[in-house]
């Protein structure tokens, strides 16, 4: 697969995540991550530590931004990618906070999948 097809498929599973977490569609939002996800970040000095299901029921049972009348302003702003590996920089501005997460992405027969998030929320 060339570096070019790489990208696009990787941003394809970025789009996907960023429609899920937007939306609030779980299913979505699911797609985008292995099943042994984990995510791990720091808002506002709180260590936050989840699996996949955890934290997908946690998107499932609150308000999303569309729901909230917000803008989108999700935006990919690196990606780099090695061999079958790649980390991706975001940046989420959403539901009250300046979040920058840190995707590890790997090509898992043939698709590429979230295999873990770190997220910072930056005031």
């Not at 498929?9 to 960023?18: K, L, R």
């Amino acid at each position: 697969m060339k570096y070019t097809e790489k990208i696009n498929d990787i941003e394809t599973v970025i789009t996907g995540y960023f429609e899920g977490l937007f939306y609030g569609d779980i299913q979505k939002l699911g797609r985008s991550f292995a099943a042994e996800a984990y995510l791990y970040g720091d808002i506002r000095g709180e260590a936050y530590l989840k699996n996949l299901k955890d934290y997908l029921e946690g998107v499932a049972a609150r308000k999303s931004p569309h729901e909230l009348g917000e803008d989108f302003r999700m935006e990919i702003l690196s990606v780099e990618v090695t061999g079958k590996v790649a980390v991706a920089r975001l940046h989420v501005p959403m539901l009250g906070y300046n979040y920058y997460d840190y995707l590890a992405l790997s090509e898992i027969n043939g698709e590429w999948k979230i295999v873990n998030k770190l997220f910072v929320h930056v005031e």
